[in-house]
């Protein structure tokens, strides 16, 4: 990932760019794909636990 910043005094100005590939984009949608399978995982975890201890 590359993030360029340029400020400007006269007249005042900010503006940013940013560049990212695709292994970088993979990355964050495996990391994202992990976090709700492990919340899936839990709530199913959760909903037998409670169902053996109703039983």
């Known amino acids: 990932m590359r993030v360029e910043i340029e400020v400007a005094v006269m007249p005042p100005r900010v503006s940013a760019e940013y560049e990212i590939n ?10 994202i794909a992990i976090v709700f399978g492990g919340v899936i995982v ?10 053996v201890r109703n039983q």
């Not at 695709?22 to 990391?31: L, T």
């Not at 839990?42 to 169902?51: D, F, N």
């Open 42 to 51: 839990a709530r199913v975890l959760r909903a037998l636990l409670v169902r």
């Open 22 to 31: 695709r292994e970088e984009i993979r990355a964050v949608g495996r990391n």
